[in-house]
């Protein structure tokens, strides 16, 4: 597979793949998440979309753009990992508050 349609299917797959998390950050189950839940989606989903973007220049002008001002693309690391922490931290938090309840051994 060249690089060239390797670049395409990436850029395919960041698309839709922002066009799910959106749509799926708007849907009513998502007033059940917590906040940051919900500021991790976006946050990824504009990593998405901007990375699609920066394959879209690559893919017209054959040129890695430059990403020394902002690289953007790292938003979506970024909305993961705000996700990811986040439920480290819940459990985290659980465990350490709620003494775990041990079953007595019969002899």
């Not at 998440?33 to 990824?44: S, T």
């Not at 699609?52 to 938003?75: C, E, K, M, Y």
């Not at 996700?83 to 480290?88: E, R």
Request: some cysteine; charged content about 15%; glycine content about 6%.
């Amino acid at each position: 597979m060249s690089s060239t349609a390797l670049f395409y299917l990436v850029t395919f797959i960041d698309l839709t793949a922002a066009v799910i998390i959106f749509c799926g950050a708007l849907s009513e189950r998502m007033r059940l998440y917590p906040a940051w839940h919900k500021i991790g989606l976006i946050v990824a989903v504009v990593g998405l979309v901007c990375q699609a973007f920066r394959n879209v220049q690559f893919i017209h002008t054959g040129v890695s753009p430059s990403d020394a001002d902002a690289p953007l693309w790292i938003l979506k690391d970024l909305g993961i990992a705000i996700i990811a922490y986040c439920y480290l931290y819940l459990g985290i938090k659980a465990s350490i508050t709620k003494p775990v309840k041990r079953k007595k051994t019969v002899k």
